[in-house]
């Protein structure tokens, strides 16, 4: 019996549902967080930053199931990845959350 460094299947998986994790959280967090801002009559770049994080988690999300076949195929053809464009998408979102959260407090102060 040989041991093998990874498993087949199971690292992608998991990085696939630690991506799914991400744009789901940006998505519904983006989402709820831009009701509230409009509920509570935040300025527009509020609303645009919470809607962009919103944007962002839907587009990781759709990708999902390419990363997942690009990581398969690096796993066995034993080349590197390279995730630049979801991982900026992934930023992108973050920081528009915080954009946005920056510009509730300045707002409700």
Do not use: K
Not at 21 to 37: I, K, S
Request: net charge positive; hydrophobic share 55%.
């Amino acid at each position: 019996m040989s041991e093998e460094i990874w498993d087949r299947g199971l690292q992608s998986e998991r990085t696939r549902l630690a991506w799914v994790r991400t744009a789901v959280t940006l998505a519904t967090g983006g989402l709820g967080a831009t009701g509230l801002a409009a509920r509570a009559g935040l300025p527009l770049p509020a609303l645009a930053a919470f809607a962009l994080a919103v944007l962002c988690g839907a587009v990781l999300l759709i990708r999902t199931h390419v990363r997942f076949r690009r990581v398969q195929q690096a796993l066995h053809g034993g080349h590197p990845l390279d995730n630049g464009a979801d991982a900026l998408l992934a930023w992108l979102g973050t920081l528009a959350v915080v954009a946005g959260a920056l510009t509730f407090v300045i707002a409700v102060r």
